[in-house]
């Protein structure tokens, strides 16, 4: 069968060496004639996949393991939303609004402290990043939304402050080259550039760790998961050893900066033809466009079926957009191949050469 | 290779079956030409996988879909220690102390409220199940360890109680032909019976969600999980498919009441080698063995060297006793072949003959 062209939100695309060795494990993990999936989370196959890819996860990111530390949990970013407020929310925090996801976490901090809504880009449906904000020094820390799935708005510039910074950074961590040591915690669900859902990813600097405010239950205590070395329960043995495939994937690849400049050109490619091409109109404002998600818009929303229609053809899946944002969105992470892009870019052509 | 015996605590064993199916799955499921982990979970084909599994998790305890639902979340057992909790636990809470995931389960709802320790084996390091206890009528819940794990002691006899009783039965559920409408809670790590690690199965009486005592963030609000149908998130989606391969596979062979009596066959068959082996003694009281781990010991410690080697000779793996008990720990889950515990049983008689 041919393969698609999958440009889902997430779950979505991880290179087929991921799926060819994450598939082999569940048989047979690096030949010991067991499965991943049978054997102990405290054996020494799984404690060396579990070090290697909490190894791995700092070093790609240009981070010291000397400053930070990073975590594969469970519970996705909707969990993080309530763990970083119940750890760090003493009294008051900051959170820029920049889509839904901005609102869910902000919603499940109110339960902890006071949420401060510095800056919000409601009123435009979230087609943009605000950038005019005053941030007090006296927060318990500013929480940004560094990309935004949905709308396809990305943060380019992170902001400059001297609260600890907290980011969800679920669909555009290791896609980029920026200074990840700007901020103080960083946290992703594992289903777009890391692996297969299931695994959160946080990466935290290790000084946070004191500054815990409360008493917090084990399960969602940064600093227990931390002393226990990422296994104070049992991981997600699976999704963890996806992670650690497709980090190995982007070291071996050129790492981050290699893999921006891909990202960069693909998005580049597609923007063009949004922008040339009159069937249709970007969602996203142009300076602040996602290099992961590439939003979009029908001119002729009547059209949409014919559209629909030459995308099946194509073997292309996932470009629907959100329901809040309507028309298509396509997700071009990480182990999205230019081929798949170049793809879709020639069907808006003859979509365009045909209506 | 030749297939090890694996006799590991969880994860564990699953049916090759499942195995086969979830590697497949990997690669491309059901023949759609993508890989289960980079779909959509709100894509048709993922959709069917957690209703299937949701019903079958149901169905396969002989409860009936009016009167319960059930989960797929994340965090494990450890997660809801503290979510039984948080929801339920509005004053006081009853426990019965049977083990080290008894204490901690205690711990983390202490947190919520007053946690009575009803009654405790701690006194002969949990090799019994206690069974002389008043459980008053004004506790919010009930909560049992139904099997434990660690020290191979098993609830023969549900308690009976008018007051809700919520049961952590993550070693043994699926395993035996109980009642289990008389819990009106019970929750279980898949990484036994069920799946890959990462899953964590939440059968839920509806009426329960009615008396939720506080408000409750909402990765950890049982309610808010059943209203968006175990997809308030993105589940764990490769963690759900293998439990739903497991609980096909149950029902293939002839459900909870055939597979009890495998059980019981092979838990018989080694406990009776253990007795009449005058070089091994069990740890569990007598009446109290688990049906699912069978812990034993050497009658002459000096000679654990030995039997480790002709162990490791049989491709036997994962038989090592937790560190609180010593010895051995026989992890004889559903998906374990008679034929891996007679291969043990022959050990012992070997071990038996040689020293």
Request: charged share 25%; net charge negative; glycine share 6%.
């Amino acid at each position: 069968m041919m393969k698609k062209h999958n440009f889902s939100a997430g779950p979505s695309i991880l290179s087929s060496e991921v799926f060819d060795e994450a598939s082999k494990s569940v048989l047979n993990l690096d030949n010991i004639g067991l499965s991943l999936i049978e054997i102990s989370h405290r054996s020494k196959e799984f404690v060396k996949i579990m070090e290697e890819a909490r190894e791995l996860s700092i070093g790609q990111l240009g981070l010291s393991k000397d400053e930070y530390t990073s975590l594969f949990l469970q519970g996705g970013a909707s969990t993080q939303f309530l763990m970083v407020a119940y750890n760090f929310l003493n009294q008051n925090a900051g959170y820029i609004n920049t889509g839904s996801w901005s609102v869910k976490a902000m919603k499940e901090a109110k339960l902890f402290g006071n949420v401060h809504e510095l800056a919000s880009s409601n009123d435009k449906n979230f087609n943009y990043i605000p950038k005019d904000y005053t941030v007090n020094d006296d927060l318990d820390y500013l929480h940004i939304t560094s990309n935004n799935t949905i709308f396809g708005t990305q943060f380019h510039e992170i902001p400059e402050t001297k609260t600890d910074l907290f980011t969800d950074m679920s669909s555009d961590i290791y896609s980029r080259n920026i200074d990840y040591s700007k901020f103080s915690l960083i946290y992703a669900g594992a289903q777009k550039n890391l692996g297969a859902a299931g695994a959160t990813l946080v990466v935290i600097r290790k000084s946070m760790l004191e500054k815990i405010c409360r008493e917090v239950p084990s399960m969602l205590n940064y600093k227990i998961h931390v002393d226990k070395d990422s296994m104070f329960n049992t991981p997600p043995v699976f999704s963890v050893y996806t992670c650690l495939l497709s980090l190995k994937w982007l070291q071996k690849n050129g790492g981050v900066s290699e893999i921006e400049k891909k990202n960069i050109l693909k998005s580049t490619l597609l923007y063009d033809e949004i922008d040339r091409n009159s069937q249709f109109k970007g969602f996203a404002n142009v300076e602040d466009r996602s290099i992961m998600n590439v939003t979009f818009n029908l001119t002729d929303e009547s059209k949409k079926e014919i559209f629909d229609n030459l995308a099946f053809e194509a073997n292309i899946s996932g470009i629907n957009g959100h329901r809040s944002v309507g028309g298509y969105r396509a997700s071009i992470y990480n182990a999205m191949p230019i081929e798949s892009v170049e793809t879709l870019i020639e069907l808006m052509k003859k979509f365009e050469n045909l209506v």
